[in-house]
């Protein structure tokens, strides 16, 4: 069994990206002596190294990577050990130039940036194969190795290919899951439009086509794509394990869902050893900490819990956002931590020495082009030093609060087109509902609509457009079990293949909700309804109503204007010992807040202390203890309350009653007991 941790790390993971092979080896003393000054404990070497690891078919050059993985041992930094095969060199494009994946619409990429690989490709398979077997046998027990890191990011930025072996591939994974070409008839409905098919061969991958292609056949198609990109994380992962026993295995997901849409966590999720991520602050005018936090949640859930690992960041700016603006003093510290206080154990950047070439030139780094007097560098040498005190906290898990209902093929299927409106997005919703759990300070894990959530007091489903007749029971055993649950519109509508569910909508949540919907009714740009209840409650909504008539549920706010005036808007359904609201519009934060605040008293939530929104507090508990973390992202000074005394770990400090919390900065307690 290989393990979960990187192994003979000690500490809390700190360092980043290291791409030695930019310099003169003349550098390479330095950076050793800077990374010990700045206390850093494993960095990822080799990602983007194949053209210098075989510069040409079946030559190695292993000197200059044994020279590295030698000096990093002797300074005791330990070594997340990269596969290229993100990147092939050119001379295998120009042998096998059919491995350059076909975009849609037909065109071929060019050799020249990264990640253009297809990876149905049986040269492509066949290469990278042997690099992972030649860097296994080389480095499989070298003192140093840590962690293994297969490929970059699958998924980014080529989320398909659409060539002839993918067509191929294609129709073999559809004769492995359909057995039949009738059953594919069935399961895309291919009687409308007449797309019937008599033989696999005469299926292709949705390629462009004049009006909108098969939906359940683009559906079947990205998941195809997803399964594929895991075929060949599965045989490099396997030959590392056979070749380097003990030494987990990883790949760097991306988590947050504005940065990849392509691939389905939670199935990645079960086939690493350690769960690792990336995560980049998305500086779109919202409150990116907000969203760094929904990213680490993910994580964290898509691990099962368990501790999982930031594999990079930015200390500062990135350089591939229209506008990229520095991060602000203590930033990349409240970023890191808070990555920790939600499940990380440690913080990896992206990337240690700033380079001077090519394309991330303006992407900050470790060391940056300034060198070692710039603020930048302070503030890592500073994070490093935390990096010991917080050595106890590893293998501890963040506790939640809620669970979070989220299903990649759901997001897939809902943004096929042709769909009621162009305005209602998963994501966003996703996004809303979680930022107004954050703002009541509640920690949130992520599940699987199949998923046990009985443990939860409160389970939320953003949008859950496509949903199983297995994923209603379960909500429904659910709700009768004493749990509370919060359904927001146009869920439970279709089946895993895009059909819609026999019956009156929302299928298989018609029981638990104890209402129908009769039709949606999207509003126009701009159009808005108000939404009222008996209390003098009045809320604005927007994009969407809908036609609800309630079968057991009772009405709690009723449309006062637009398309479904005089219909109810948010109702509330008792069944066996729990509730089941439901939301049939899009409700700003406030009265997201309002229905979330109605909700969490049904599943007896204890109303958190009063903090200011921006200081977020989590905790990590296990045999070690428990620690709290507060992280205040806000310009003013904060008092967090300790129910029991602790030590502070980043300062040594005592703490007791009212936690000191500075402006921007962050708080580890010990708690006693
Ligand atoms: C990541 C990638 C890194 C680097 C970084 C820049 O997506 O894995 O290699 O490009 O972005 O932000």
């Known amino acids: 069994?290989?393990?979960?941790?990187?192994?003979?790390?000690?500490?809390?993971?700190?360092?980043?990206?290291?791409?030695?092979?930019?310099?003169?080896?003349?550098?390479?003393?330095?950076?050793?002596?800077?990374?010990?000054?700045?206390?850093?404990?494993?960095?990822?070497?080799?990602?983007?190294?194949?053209?210098?690891l075989e510069p040409s078919?079946?030559?190695?050059?292993?000197?200059?990577?044994?020279?590295?993985?030698?000096?990093?041992?002797?300074?005791?930094?330990?070594?997340?050990?990269?596969?290229?095969?993100?990147?092939?060199?050119?001379?295998?494009?120009?042998?096998?130039?059919?491995?350059?994946?076909?975009?849609?619409e037909g065109v071929r990429y060019e050799f020249g940036s990264r990640a253009a690989v297809c990876h149905s490709n049986a040269d492509y398979r066949a290469a990278a194969a042997r690099i992972t077997t030649a860097l296994a046998e080389r480095y499989g027990s070298h003192p140093a190795l840590a962690l293994w890191h297969v490929h970059n990011e699958y998924g980014v930025p080529v989320s398909a290919c659409y060539c002839d072996s993918c067509a191929a591939h294609f129709r073999r994974w559809l004769a492995a899951a359909y057995g039949t070409v009738d059953a594919v008839n069935e399961a895309w409905g291919t009687a409308?439009?007449?797309?019937?098919?008599?033989?696999?061969?005469?299926?292709?991958?949705?390629?462009?086509?004049?009006?909108?292609?098969?939906?359940?056949?683009?559906?079947?198609?990205?998941?195809?794509?997803?399964?594929?990109?895991?075929?060949?994380?599965?045989?490099?992962?396997?030959?590392?394990?056979?070749?380097?026993?003990?030494?987990?295995?990883?790949?760097?997901?991306?988590?947050?869902?504005?940065?990849?849409?392509?691939?389905?966590?939670?199935?990645?999720?079960?086939?690493?050893?350690?769960?690792?991520?990336?995560?980049?602050?998305?500086?779109?005018?919202?409150?990116?900490?907000?969203?760094?936090?929904?990213?680490?949640?993910?994580?964290?859930?898509?691990?099962?819990?368990?501790?999982?690992?930031?594999?990079?960041?930015?200390?500062s700016g990135v350089n591939w956002q229209p506008r990229n603006?520095?991060?602000?003093?203590?930033?990349?510290?409240?970023?890191?931590?808070?990555?920790?206080?939600?499940?990380?154990?440690?913080?990896?950047?992206?990337?240690?020495?700033?380079?001077?070439?090519?394309?991330?030139?303006?992407?900050?780094?470790?060391?940056?082009?300034?060198?070692?007097?710039?603020?930048?560098?302070?503030?890592?040498?500073?994070?490093g030093s935390f990096v010991d005190a917080l050595a106890e906290i590893r293998g501890t898990r963040t506790d939640a609060d809620v669970a979070v209902l989220w299903d990649w093929h759901s997001w897939w299927a809902q943004t096929l087109d042709w769909r009621p409106s162009v305005d209602h997005d998963a994501r966003e919703r996703a996004d809303a509902f979680y930022e107004a759990l954050y703002d009541r300070h509640l920690t949130v894990d992520f599940a699987h609509p199949e998923a046990d959530v009985s443990r939860y007091p409160l389970v939320v489903v953003p949008a859950l457009y496509l949903m199983t007749e297995a994923a209603g029971r379960n909500l429904?055993?659910?709700?009768?079990?004493?749990?509370?649950?919060?359904?927001?519109?146009?869920?439970?509508?279709?089946?895993?293949?895009?059909?819609?569910?026999?019956?009156?909508?929302?299928?298989?949540?018609?029981?638990?909700?104890?209402?129908?919907?009769?039709?949606?009714?999207?509003?126009?740009?701009?159009?808005?309804?108000?939404?009222?209840?008996?209390?003098g409650t009045e809320l604005g909504a927007d994009v969407w109503t809908e036609f609800v008539v309630p079968r057991g549920a009772d009405t709690v706010l009723a449309y006062a204007d637009g398309p479904a005036a005089g219909l109810p808007a948010v109702t509330r359904h008792r069944l066996g010992e729990g509730t089941a609201w439901y939301v049939s519009t899009r409700l700003g934060a406030d009265g997201l807040d309002t229905l979330l605040g109605r909700a969490a008293a049904d599943a007896r939530i204890a109303p958190r202390p009063d903090l200011p929104r921006d200081v977020e507090v989590v905790r990590r508990t296990g045999e070690s203890g428990t620690y709290l973390f507060a992280v205040n992202h806000t310009g003013a000074d904060a008092k967090v309350p300790l129910e029991v005394p602790g030590t502070e770990l980043l300062t040594g400090e005592r703490a007791a009653g009212r936690l000191a919390v500075p402006a921007g900065a962050v708080r580890v307690v010990r708690l006693d007991g």
């Open 1 to 52: 069994m290989p393990d979960t941790t990187p192994r003979g790390l000690t500490r809390l993971a700190f360092g980043g990206d290291y791409n030695p092979e930019q310099w003169p080896e003349s550098v390479w003393q330095e950076d050793v002596r800077l990374m010990r000054e700045a206390g850093v404990t494993m960095v990822s070497v080799g990602i983007f190294s194949w053209a210098l």
């Open 192 to 315: 409308f439009w007449g797309q019937r098919y008599t033989d696999f061969e005469q299926i292709s991958p949705p390629r462009l086509t004049p009006a909108t292609v098969n939906p359940a056949q683009a559906l079947d198609y990205k998941r195809f794509a997803d399964a594929t990109m895991r075929e060949n994380f599965r045989m490099e992962r396997d030959i590392l394990h056979r070749l380097s026993p003990g030494v987990p295995v990883t790949t760097n997901f991306m988590t947050a869902l504005s940065q990849c849409d392509s691939v389905d966590y939670w199935a990645w999720g079960r086939e690493v050893d350690l769960v690792t991520n990336d995560h980049y602050l998305i500086t779109d005018g919202r409150r990116t900490h907000v969203n760094l936090a929904m990213a680490a949640d993910l994580t964290r859930s898509v691990a099962g819990g368990a501790p999982w690992l930031l594999l990079e960041h930015s200390t």
């Open 476 to 535: 429904t055993a659910y709700v009768e079990g004493g749990g509370t649950l919060v359904v927001s519109y146009f869920s439970g509508i279709v089946d895993e293949h895009d059909a819609v569910h026999e019956g009156a909508y929302p299928g298989p949540l018609r029981d638990v909700l104890g209402l129908t919907v009769e039709e949606f009714s999207p509003l126009l740009p701009g159009e808005r309804v108000r939404i009222t209840g008996p209390d």
């Open 325 to 383: 603006p520095a991060k602000a003093p203590g930033q990349m510290a409240r970023n890191s931590l808070a990555h920790v206080a939600r499940g990380s154990e440690g913080a990896m950047f992206f990337q240690w020495r700033q380079s001077r070439r090519g394309a991330e030139k303006f992407h900050s780094a470790m060391v940056p082009h300034g060198g070692t007097g710039t603020r930048v560098w302070r503030e890592v040498v500073e994070l």
């Open 57 to 104: 078919p079946g030559t190695y050059d292993f000197g200059w990577l044994d020279r590295l993985l030698d000096l990093l041992h002797e300074h005791g930094v330990r070594v997340d050990l990269g596969t290229p095969t993100v990147v092939p060199p050119v001379w295998f494009y120009r042998a096998h130039p059919e491995a350059l994946p076909v975009t849609a």
